[in-house]
T-cell receptor
């Protein structure tokens, strides 16, 4: 069966510091991978998606970037965090763009 | 564009049946998904309708009518642990990457 991992689970970072969040998927090959952010009490906003190694598309202009160095690894980064980057970051995978998505446990980021 | 509407809150008693409706506007999509999210947790996949009709998974059922731009999630034999937020989401259609467009969520409160 497929599983999706994210780490760290929680993170407190000062404004202006760098960020690296990691997501890995097991039990599947060539998944579509997605990064979402959820603000408190709100729905999910898609940040990035990837259909293959090195292929990244951004949905929303922002202070973040994403990379996919391996088939089942997806990384969310920032060079300098802003207060507005605080939120719940969720990685998701799907077998294809037609199929539903499954979420990882998420990383709760607080920027102070 | 694409948008979904769901009630913001629903209250029901333990053992009852509750239906959470979702209406949407879109020019095309692959399917309608339902997710459950407890406070502080990640969304967990409940059900997916690629075709019109009813999908049943244990106590949960989901329905889709493309002609009516409407779907619903039906929860039977409600339990206290069903208290959570429920999101409907469209899996993007033609020309899309398969990204999920989420509704704002329905908070279900189950009372004894």
């Amino acid at each position: 069966s497929q599983t999706i991992h994210q780490w760290p689970a929680t993170l407190v970072q000062p404004v202006g510091s760098p960020l690296s969040l990691e997501c890995t998927v097991e039990g599947t090959s060539n998944p579509n991978l997605y990064w979402y952010r959820q603000a408190a009490g709100r729905g999910l906003q898609l940040l990035f998606y990837s259909v293959g190694i090195g292929q990244i598309s951004s949905e929303v202009p922002q202070n973040l970037s994403a990379s996919r160095p391996q088939d089942r690894q997806f990384i969310l980064s920032s060079k300098k965090l802003l207060l507005s980057d605080s939120g719940f970051y969720l990685c998701a995978w799907s077998a294809s763009r037609r199929e539903t998505q499954y979420f990882g446990p998420g990383t709760r980021l607080l920027v102070l | 564009g694409q948008s979904l509407e769901q009630p913001s809150e629903v209250t029901a008693v333990e053992g009852a049946i509750v239906q959470i409706n979702c209406t949407y506007q879109t020019s095309g999509f692959y399917g309608l998904s339902w997710y459950q999210q407890h406070d502080g947790g990640a969304p967990t996949f409940l059900s997916y309708n690629a075709l019109d009709g009813l999908e049943e998974t244990g106590r949960f059922s989901s329905f889709l009518s493309r002609s009516d731009s409407y779907g619903y999630l039906l929860l039977q034999e409600l339990q206290m642990k069903d208290s959570a937020s429920y999101f409907c989401a469209l899996t993007g259609g033609s020309g899309n990457t398969g990204k999920l467009i989420f509704g704002q969520g329905t908070t279900l409160q189950v009372k004894p």
